[in-house]
């Protein structure tokens, strides 16, 4: 393919400060508030990502190699259907609600909440999944009417440049707008006075991200990654938790927060595990996954050379796979045995295509080693029986979890994704997404006939209460 895509250039970090006063004053002009509005721009950002599909697919080919079927299922397609669904709900979602559970004393006030927009919105995205993980939250900003900066991530600018393209092409310049950059430009950024701070990315850089929130009293929501385990107890299937977690794992070359960051599995199902793990890798990728088209790349030489280092730290055994190739970015799928949670690839976030196995003599080591290497990881993921696979939910905890998958719950784009302690706070998707970028306004109205009964709460207090 040799699509044409727009070139990735950062944003002067002196127009920061122009851009967010056009955006306040957009916001307070009512502008983005009739939900009429706010489906015009969903549906012009519809048709630009619609006419730009082919485009989206090259700028992730470039980006990651990612295969288009992947791009399109993941990201392409995942943010047309978000849009779709949200179009269809957001008159319900909008709607006033009238208060539950209101005491009769209060019920002549009428309460009722309405659901107004936060404000200016700062999205930060992350780079592996860029479509998705940026306008994902722009969808649900605009829904809720609030004006919105997107920073994607510049780690992969050909998709960010033309994310730039089609939010221009198609959203309101005046309350829509996509800065481009790194620490410089996104530090600009959150020098500023926010409504929401919406970020997705690594732990560290989200501590950055809720103390800037905190300086200027910013609600922030985090979607931050973790060291997500898998369990596979004696009484797994080996072959459906190999074919399951080697697509959780070969899915963007292993550059997916969700997916297991280590297996902790029974010392008499490994053998099996390890023999299945090899057969689906040569089911999946029959010519090998250096040669095959479904399997991507690393995304730059920084990640690239900081898996490599991972690797050869580790104090593991090779069972399979290792091979590595820095001009074209490739990792193999590398099935590793470790011995020590405080091997390299259990104790860190990998984001790569490795397989580190932590054999464990039973179900009771596996739960106290999932809980001490990550007591809050972002996902979690357990084979076994019923009895198993509830012991394991009732013992731990995670942002979300998958039975005898991988991470098939993170999959569901109608249903809230968020993480839990060290993996994040607060969630969005589907209606989540809308309730993200909403304030709950509760309001009242004391009707004038009601003031004989209200003479209760004035002053002078004596006697208002029998006992005092
Ligand atoms: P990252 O933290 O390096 O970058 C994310 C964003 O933050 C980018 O837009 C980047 O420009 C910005 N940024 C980087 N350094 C900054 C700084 N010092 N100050 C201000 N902004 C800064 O993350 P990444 O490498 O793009 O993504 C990988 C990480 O993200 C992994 O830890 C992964 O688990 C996590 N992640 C989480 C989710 C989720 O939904 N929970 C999704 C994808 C990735």
Known sequence: MD????????????????????????????????????????????????????????????????????????????????????????????????AADVPFTFKAMRPRVRKEPLGVVL???????????????????????CTVVLKPSEGSPYTAALLQEIMEASLDPEAFVCVQGAIPESTALLERKW?????????????????????????????????NPAIITKNADPRLAARRLLWAKGLNAGQVCVSQNYILVDKDVLPFLVKELKTAIKEFYPEGPKESKDYGRIVNSRSFDRLKKMLDSSEGEILHGGEMDAETKYIAPTIVRVSSTSDSLVADESFGPFIPLLPVDNLDEAIRIANQVDSTPLGLYAFGSKTDTNRILSET?????????????ASLPTVEFGGVGDSGAGCYRGKASFDCFTHRRVVTNTPAWIESLLSVRYPPYKGKLAQY
């Open 3 to 98: 699509t044409k895509l727009p070139e990735f250039k950062a944003t002067a970090v002196e127009q920061i400060e122009g851009i967010h006063k056009r955006l306040y004053d957009t916001f307070h002009s009512q502008k983005t508030k009739p939900l009429s509005w706010r489906v015009t721009q969903l549906r012009k950002l519809w048709w630009a990502i619609k006419d730009r599909e082919q485009q989206l697919g090259e700028a992730l080919q470039r980006d990651l190699g990612r295969p288009f079927y992947e791009a399109y299922l993941t990201e392409i397609g995942w943010v047309l259907n978000d849009i779709i669904f949200v179009v269809s709900n957001i008159e319900k979602w909008a709607k006033e609600e009238g």
């Open 123 to 145: 999205v930060l995205g992350a780079f592996n999944f860029p479509v998705q993980l940026s306008l994902g939250p722009v969808i649900g900003a605009i829904a809720a009417g």
């Open 195 to 227: 409504d929401k701070i919406f970020y997705t990315g690594s732990p560290t850089v989200g501590k950055i991200i809720a103390k800037k929130g905190a300086e200027t009293l910013t609600p922030v929501t985090l979607e931050l990654g973790g060291r």
């Open 397 to 409: 905890r995670s942002g979300g979890a998958s039975l005898n998958d991988g991470f098939t719950h």
